[in-house]
């Protein structure tokens, strides 16, 4: 039993350390926006294949590109095109999800088989289908990632809605005569954003890991638009005997990046930071 | 015997309906492949003729039916850009990606099962924490990281193998398999962690159930109760996770190929995806999309087996 007491009182180290680490990587690509240690695309052979110390923080590559600079602006690649396509995601499947769990019925048996049925598949497979037939690119790779992220937000607030619809706030809303619109935004909203949250954090490490993927691959931000992630390490790999420094930085920004996402979605799921509903409500429906 | 039988009626219709999905999907693709398969010697005649070779002039739903026809003969048309049939370009390579894909499962379930069981037994100990906090980054690494680190580390420090030097099935069997070892682990290690956490937790939840404490009054022992008790109670959901990893795995290997040079279908498939070569592209996503509905059928049928309190509906 005291172990039980302690657990529940003890911080949320998982939410934690994912809020420090999402942090630190999230200013350091705030800061790349207005200024990196030096031009990420500035060749020079005099700094060729520099190892990290010194002016250089993690080194040079081949070219002389000053690799953490590569990095802060790589991340921030990655860190935008996720961002686009979870709030794609999220919107886009919170309505559907809403809509469908809040009213059931055929169309929501429907959509919800269509959900199954591209849920089954791995988005990055989904992902290099559509990139064949719409070409890469960043715009491209956001909307790709975006529509496939859909499915998976839709199926949590469907969930969750379907189980608020029972609750008696809503009914007593209902009865009231609020407009299914506010019930669905205004009252049940707040209610699943816990969960909501949680499914963002791990869209976010789903979006970072497939946009990375998808770099390596070839098939997603072209080299001219801008540096990636995946993009670098795809082009380090000739290097390893030579500049091992240029694979192992950019593979750890992608990991340390999917670390954090991946430990506040962790966070977040074992235990809601809050809960919109009253004490005694909450015992009533427990 | 109702329930297999409209299970398998679902089957057939979810595959009829994802190949209606994955035909049309290439009918909207801009750009005519005759105008690539020509390139400079391209005039509206040649063009013509070469559709009417191709038999893309046919109405859509005659196309269909035809590509499904031959589909299920085996006849998989031919690629634009080798000028050979897909089913020869296909069959060794679909041998490869099987191969490295089983290697990579079945590691995921040696590694996963023996240390997710290991750490309900030991839960909230020291030693569980510390495991699981290295899970959670083994979890974050991509494969594909992973995979450059194991060559660097394996392949170009301790020569254990040489990268980019794949050995054929033909010429060596064991050191094809010997060359699979390190690209399937890649693969299968932040599987393994996921289903490690999955496995752990669900055991974790079992044991504070009334169930488990009849069962020690019993006189059972704590391994008696987590083999016989628990372990088939705590397997539901994971079994469905394992469906769901053993997909993750196929289109894992698709990147993996890549990183270690792997002549498999993966790197076939990225070579036709740039290259727009529809018929290879088409014929691979379908039979991925039909090794996918499978193995998600047998992960529902398999439950039953399980959990005889899954009453079928």
Redesign the interface.
């Known amino acids: 039993m005291k ?1 039980l007491k302690n ?1 529940h009182r003890a911080p949320n180290y998982n939410l934690i350390w994912g809020c420090v680490i999402t942090s630190i990587m999230v200013l350091m690509i705030v800061v790349s926006f207005f200024w990196t240690p030096f031009n990420p695309d500035a060749m020079s052979y005099a700094e060729k294949d520099l190892a990290p110390g010194g002016a250089h923080l993690l080194g040079t590559d081949n070219f002389g590109r000053d690799i953490f600079s590569r990095v802060m602006e790589g991340a921030g690649t990655t860190l935008s095109i996720a961002f686009c396509a979870v709030a794609i995601g999220a919107s886009f499947g919170t309505v559907i999800g809403g809509l469908t769990g809040y009213f059931g019925g055929a169309w929501d048996e429907f959509i919800m088989r269509i959900n199954d ?1 591209v849920t ?3 988005s ?2 989904l992902a ?2 559509i ?3 719409t070409g890469s690119g960043r715009t491209n790779i956001i909307f790709i990632l975006g529509i496939l992220f859909i499915p998976s937000f839709a199926r949590v607030v469907r969930g969750e809605f379907a189980k608020q619809r029972q609750m008696d706030y809503v009914k007593n809303a209902k009865l009231m005569g609020v407009k299914p619109g506010r019930i669905m935004f205004v009252h049940i909203l707040p209610n699943i954003a816990p969960v909501l949250l949680s499914a963002v954090a791990i869209g976010f490490n789903n979006a970072v ?1 497939a946009e ?2 998808m770099s ?4 997603g931000v072209s080299q001219t638009e801008a540096v990636s992630l995946g993009r670098m ?1 795809l082009d380090s ?1 000739a290097y ?2 030579t500049s ?1 420094w240029q ?1 192992l930085s950019a ?1 750890c920004a ?3 990046l ?2 954090g996402f ?2 506040i979605s ?1 966070g977040l799921g074992t235990r809601p930071m809050w809960r919109p509903t009253t004490k005694r409500r909450r015992k009533q429906h427990a | 015997m109702r329930y297999i039988l409209k299970k398998i009626g679902i089957f057939v219709l979810t595959i009829f309906a994802i190949s209606i999905l994955v035909f049309l999907a290439f009918q909207i693709i801009p750009g005519d492949p005759t105008t690539r398969m020509l390139g400079t010697q391209a005039t509206p005649e040649k063009i013509a003729a070469l559709r009417a070779q191709l038999g893309l002039d046919r109405p859509v739903l005659v196309r269909y039916f035809d590509w499904l026809g031959n589909f299920l003969r085996g006849n998989y048309g031919e690629s634009y850009s080798y000028n050979m049939p897909v089913h020869e370009l296909l069959s060794g390579k679909l041998r490869i990606t099987a191969s490295l894909t089983l290697l990579s499962f079945l590691m995921v379930l040696l590694i996963s099962f023996p240390l997710g069981i290991l750490l309900a037994r030991f839960a909230h100990s020291w030693f569980d924490r510390v495991m699981m906090v290295l899970n959670q980054i083994v979890m974050s690494i991509p494969s594909f990281f992973t995979g450059i680190l194991f060559t660097y580390v394996f392949g170009l420090i301790l020569k254990f193998f040489t990268p980019t030097n794949f050995v054929e099935y033909a010429d060596d069997h064991a050191g094809f398999w010997a060359y699979l070892v390190f690209p399937a682990l890649s693969i299968a290690l932040p599987k393994a962690a996921m289903v490690i956490k999955l496995l752990r937790g669900s055991m974790v939840r079992e044991l504070s159930e009334d169930y488990v404490r009849t069962a020690y009054s019993r006189g059972n022992s704590r391994w008696q109760v987590l083999k016989g008790h628990v372990m088939r109670n705590a397997m539901v959901p994971v079994v469905t996770f394992l469906a769901v990893t053993l997909v993750d795995i196929i289109a894992g290997s698709i990147i993996i190929e890549q990183v270690f040079n792997i002549p498999g279908m993966g790197r076939l498939l990225m070579t036709s995806i740039n290259g727009r070569d529809l018929p290879v592209v088409q014929t691979i996503i379908m039979i991925i999309a039909l090794v996918v509905i499978t193995v998600n059928y047998i992960a529902d049928i398999s439950y039953k087996y399980i959990d005889p309190r899954i009453r079928f509906r």
């Not at chain 1, 390596?216 to 098939?219: A, I, P, Q, S």
């Open positions: 172990k657990s049925a089954a598949f791995p990055i497979l290099l289908v990139v064949t037939i890991l990375a993927s390596y691959l070839g098939v390490l790999q390893w005997m091992p694979a593979g992608i990991s340390i999917i670390l991946a430990l962790e």
